[in-house]
């Protein structure tokens, strides 16, 4: 009986960590202006550094797959990071290294998400950037009809299926719907893309398109 327990042990002790893993969700986070940074620019730079070090330690650890800077002309949100995480607590703790998370100069904005085609986190250029265009569509205040729903997504699908947009993400609540990302820098042709969509026009839904950075290879 103890031989038996001891070759069934790796497979309970393993369980464990298998279990956690299946468990993990998918995040999207905005990270979003905070408050002001020190005067002392060395300090700055210190943290930037150290800020985009831990990025790459969350990455070596199968927890992020993907991050980058954008440009919302309102400076509120700052960039965005794709993750995965059991748990809200746990995902808050990938960025306690970051002290520039830490001490509140940025916020994180995160909500769990449904992936219909992910950013790319393999076979990227590890050294190059390019600009791409990132585009949010708002919630809406009241849940769309069915048929509404349907077309929303149809809309979406249609975009994705012709190439139009490269990656799509859709949180599961918070006041953004969809989020997409395009491999173009022509936000009016992206803007006319999406004029049909369901409640855009009639200004139920909320349109932005904005300026988003990722590594080479990230988006195809």
Same mark, same amino acid.
């Given at each position: 009986m103890q031989?038996r327990?001891?070759?069934?042990?790796p497979?309970f002790?393993s369980?464990?960590?298998?279990q956690?893993?299946?468990t993990?969700?998918?995040?999207f986070?905005?990270?979003e202006?905070?408050k002001?940074?020190?005067?002392?620019?060395?300090a700055?730079?210190?943290?930037?550094? =150290?800020h985009? %070090?831990?990025?790459k330690? &969350?990455?070596a650890? +199968?927890?992020?797959?993907?991050a980058?800077?954008?440009?919302?002309p309102a400076?509120?949100?700052?960039?965005i990071?794709v993750?995965?995480a059991t748990?809200l607590?746990?995902?808050?703790?990938?960025?306690?290294?970051d002290e520039?998370?830490?001490e509140?100069?940025m916020?994180?904005?995160?909500?769990p998400?449904?992936?219909n085609?992910?950013?790319h986190h393999e076979?990227?250029?590890p050294? =190059?950037?390019? %600009?791409v265009?990132i585009? &949010?569509?708002?919630r +809406?205040?009241?849940?769309p009809?069915?048929?509404?729903?349907?077309?929303?997504r149809?809309?979406?699908q249609g975009?994705?299926?012709?190439g139009?947009?490269?990656?799509w993400?859709?949180?599961?609540q918070?006041?953004?719907?969809e989020i997409l990302?395009?491999?173009?820098?022509?936000s009016?042709a992206l803007e006319a893309?999406?004029?049909?969509y369901?409640?855009v026009a009639?200004?139920r839904v909320?349109l932005?398109?904005w300026?988003?950075? &990722?590594?080479?290879?990230?988006?195809r």
């Open positions: 031989r327990s001891l070759l069934l042990a497979a002790l369980w464990p960590a298998a956690a893993q299946a993990r969700q998918d995040w986070i905005f990270f202006t905070g002001p940074t020190p005067p002392d620019k060395a700055v730079e210190a943290m930037q550094r =150290g985009i %070090e831990n990025f330690r &969350l990455f650890e +199968g927890k992020l797959f993907a980058g800077p954008l440009r919302d400076r509120v949100k700052r960039g990071v993750v995965k748990s607590d746990e995902l808050l703790s990938y960025f306690q290294p520039y998370v830490r509140g100069y916020t994180v904005n995160a909500q998400v449904t992936i085609r992910a950013l076979g990227i250029d050294n =190059g950037i390019e %600009e265009r585009v &949010l569509l708002g +809406g205040a009241a849940a009809a069915q048929g509404e729903a349907e077309a929303r149809a809309h979406l975009l994705l299926d012709g139009r947009i490269g990656a993400y859709s949180p599961q918070g006041p953004v719907g990302f395009a491999r173009s820098t022509d009016a893309a999406l004029a049909g369901p409640g009639e200004q909320s932005a398109v300026g988003q950075w &990722l590594g080479k290879g990230v988006l």
